[in-house]
């Protein structure tokens, strides 16, 4: 069992347009989480922002630029970058992406799939070691929105992330939004992939919005926009695994067209809801 030194409760996505509504009265939020590669330059307003923020809530650091999944070399600068970050701030939890997004100097601006092989596996573990190691810190790895599969991969995704997860000493960072983006993309039931997803690795769960379109061929496209509510099914989604665990550190992620904080902090608000549910059903007797 992953034991998260987060809140169990919901926390939202820091956007610097909110600090003053954030920062004018205490917020009932269990945390708030930062993207690393936003804040690696000097100090200034953001450093001022986040210091604050430190001081008053509990810190999740999501880096989204370590190309865990790349056949490339970690990126020792960039490391060293998000190590000192970590360190200045002392967050209580720090997670990436199974994915890779640069190659040979370039990046590319987006979280790329990778085939789920033996020799895969045994590279992404590798990385997962030597971050941790640097980091000094056990990170929490996110399953991947997918739009594409490949013939090459022999290894189902959730067994690919249960063995990372157990040979490196990582946890995992469950994203529903992902489960159900991937599940309409490649029609498949997201309750299967849950019901096989390792949920005591678990030690956060994302939840976002996500927008459907049609392809260039004319066939369904579910994209994970994170410009959106959060929608029913992926909310119905998370009771069902929280049903399971118990209550989880819960982040909503909302990175495009971002709403006012009032709008923002009700989403977080439904969240800790359901999370105080879930911990109230387990919490009652069994019947007799």
């Known amino acids: 069992m992953f034991v998260s030194q987060l809140p169990l409760s919901a926390g939202a996505s820091f956007k610097p347009e909110h600090f003053a509504a954030i920062s004018a009265a205490p917020q009932p939020l269990g945390f708030f989480e930062f993207h690393a590669e936003n804040y690696m330059g000097g100090g200034g ?36 970058r998000l190590t000192e970050l970590c360190n200045l701030y002392q967050p209580e939890c720090f997670s990436g992406h199974l994915a890779w997004s ?3 100097g370039i990046f ?15 590279l992404v573990i ?16 996110e399953n991947p929105a997918t739009y594409v ?3 090459q991969s022999t290894i189902p995704e959730t067994e690919f992330l249960a063995a990372i997860a157990r040979k490196a000493g990582c946890g995992l960072l469950l994203d529903v939004n992902n489960v159900f983006v991937s599940a309409r993309n490649h029609a498949t039931s997201a309750s299967a992939y849950l019901e096989a997803f390792p949920l005591g690795l678990v030690g956060e ?29 992926v909310f119905a989604l ?23 904080w009032p709008v923002l902090r009700a989403e977080v608000l439904a969240a800790q809801e359901r999370l105080e549910c879930a911990r109230l059903v387990r919490a009652a007797p069994s019947a007799a």
């Open 205 to 233: 769960i994302h939840l976002a919005g996500h927008f459907e379109t049609i392809d260039g061929e004319g066939s369904p496209l579910c994209i994970d926009a994170h410009g959106t509510p959060v929608a029913g099914k």
């Open 108 to 122: 590319f601006n987006d979280l790329l799939p990778l085939p789920y092989t033996e020799r895969n596996l045994r």
């Open 126 to 141: 590798d990385h997962v070691d030597e971050a941790q190691n640097a980091l000094r810190r056990r990170l929490l790895l």
């Open 45 to 80: 307003t953001p450093h001022a922002q986040l210091r604050f923020l430190r001081e008053h809530y509990a810190l999740s650091v999501h880096g989204v630029g370590l190309n865990i999944g790349s056949t490339e070399p970690l990126d020792r600068a960039h490391l060293a």
């Open 149 to 151: 599969r490949f013939e």
């Open 102 to 104: 640069s190659h040979a």
């Open 238 to 260: 998370f009771d069902s695994v929280i049903a399971r665990t118990g209550p989880l550190p819960t982040l909503i992620e909302w990175d495009n067209d971002v709403p006012e």
